[in-house]
């Protein structure tokens, strides 16, 4: 059943039988937009694959995760959300198992997320128990700047509420996913600035291309 439809594109709860539609999407639409993938030029989506399927799917049995499908196309796959419910012992898990990943691009990425995850101190700083991490969101090339992004977003949002998240959490890579994100009301509480995130040699370890210089934390009360 659709949480929401305009303009054709019905947005509704994911289901595990989905994924198999999602990931093909998210190879296509998502590791060769997303600035720190991109900027890698590895195959980023067929690294810690088998692990990074089975978080997927474990997020989606959650009822947390979200799919937009263009009605005036059979019901094709432009749009999704990806998230789940994180709590305090999930920080230090983290940073375990980034640690523990090879050093291709997507273990980088884990560890410069769990670095801003451990910075943002979220669980503290707010006093909660739980947030709704959004993980990962994407949408078709030929649907971009219509607003889906946002509709996603502030759908997810009502799904934490009904499911009585105080809080959501996004880390954005991406400049135009801070800014998405900061227009629907989400505050940016942290920031890491690539050019400063640096290896042992010295050097930054992701040089996307501008505008993106900052990996975000947004967050919004629920």
């Given at each position: 059943m659709a949480l929401n439809t305009k303009d054709g594109i019905s947005i509704r709860i994911m289901t595990e039988k989905d994924y198999d539609s999602v990931k093909p999407f998210m190879r296509e639409?998502?590791?060769?937009?997303?600035p720190l993938s991109q900027s890698t030029g590895e195959p980023v989506h067929l690294q810690n694959?088998?692990?990074?399927?089975?978080?997927?799917?474990?997020?989606?049995?959650?009822?947390?995760?979200?799919?937009?499908?263009d009605d005036s196309r059979d019901g094709r796959?432009?749009?999704?959300?990806?998230?789940?419910?994180?709590?305090p012992e999930d920080v230090e898990k983290h940073r375990q198992e980034a640690e523990e990943?090879?050093?291709?691009?997507?273990?980088?990425?884990?560890?410069?997320?769990?670095?801003?995850?451990?910075?943002?101190?979220?669980f503290e700083?707010?006093?909660?128990s739980k947030v709704l991490y959004s993980h990962i969101t994407s949408v078709d090339e030929s649907t971009r700047?219509?607003?889906?992004?946002?509709?996603?977003?502030?759908?997810?949002?009502?799904?934490?509420r009904s499911k009585g998240f105080p809080?959501?959490?996004a880390y954005c890579t991406s400049f135009y996913s801070a800014r998405q994100k900061e227009a629907l009301g989400m505050e940016c509480i942290h920031a890491v600035a690539y050019a400063d995130y640096k290896d042992s040699q010295g050097r930054p370890v992701f040089t996307p291309k501008p505008p993106h210089t900052h990996c975000r934390v947004m967050v919004i009360k629920l």
């Open positions: 639409e998502f590791f060769t937009a997303e694959e088998k692990d990074n399927d089975e978080y997927y799917l474990s997020m989606i049995a959650q009822g947390t995760c979200l799919l937009a499908t796959v432009v749009g999704f959300v990806l998230a789940g419910a994180q709590y990943l090879e050093q291709h691009a997507w273990g980088r990425i884990c560890r410069l997320l769990s670095k801003v995850e451990r910075e943002a101190n979220l700083r707010f006093g909660v700047g219509r607003g889906l992004g946002s509709r996603l977003a502030a759908t997810l949002m009502e799904v934490g809080l959501m959490v």
